[in-house]
């Protein structure tokens, strides 16, 4: 948190990752690349992007909404995070906007309405996507005070690029070179003097 003036000012993180550090303590969170969609004094909204659902792809969510597959491949179905696993979000380029599509930080639009699972299946949808089930919710003041804590999160530039073209799996250590930090060099405990 940046000091201005002798007052702390805060930074909210929307249109920002969150990398878990290694070794932080929640197993849910091992490896963890985290888009922080919404930021404010009432609390954050992040959507997971380094683990998909084994079993889920996008053909099966287009099935139950009875929404034709037509050309469009079965992508994989991310794991959004621990909170409302049954809740679907989709993580898009700013060429299509729906009712109820959010901007976030310049980076990327977030939808979670079933109008972006009908225009991607019929081809006019947003031409580089994601899909989530999920998300990661923190209270107000609670991202905040695990920001302070050592071991947890790490935050970096959300680049698109590492959203949309970095498969899941390698999204973390991308995220984390981006930013000039090898994650292999970092400690997972603190030192003794």
């Not at 929640?26 to 380094?50: K, Q, T």
């Not at 003041?141 to 959203?163: D, H, K």
Request: hydrophobic share 40%; aromatic share 8%; proline share 6%.
């Amino acid at each position: 948190m940046p000091i201005v003036g002798g007052v702390h000012q805060l930074t909210y993180l929307s249109g920002q990752f969150l990398l878990a550090l290694p070794g932080m303590g929640d197993p849910r969170f091992d490896h963890a690349i985290i888009a922080v969609c919404a930021h404010d004094e009432g609390g954050a909204l992040g959507i997971g992007l380094g683990a998909t659902i084994d079993g889920i792809g996008f053909h099966t969510l287009l099935d139950q909404f009875e929404i034709a597959h037509g050309d469009i491949p079965d992508a994989p179905v991310h794991y959004g995070g621990p909170v409302e696993p049954r809740r679907g979000f989709v993580l898009h380029s700013h060429d299509w906007q729906g009712q109820d599509s959010v901007d976030v930080g310049g980076r990327w639009v977030l939808s979670s309405t079933v109008d972006v699972l009908r225009a991607i299946a019929e081809g006019n949808g947003p031409k580089q996507w994601v899909v989530a089930l999920g998300y990661a919710g923190w209270d107000a003041g609670q991202l905040e005070q695990e920001l302070r804590e050592p071991g947890t999160w790490f935050n970096v530039g959300g680049e698109p690029g590492i959203l949309f073209d970095v498969p899941a799996e390698d999204r973390w250590q991308a995220a984390y070179g981006a930013a000039g930090v090898d994650p292999r060099q970092l400690v997972t405990g603190g030192g003794r003097a």
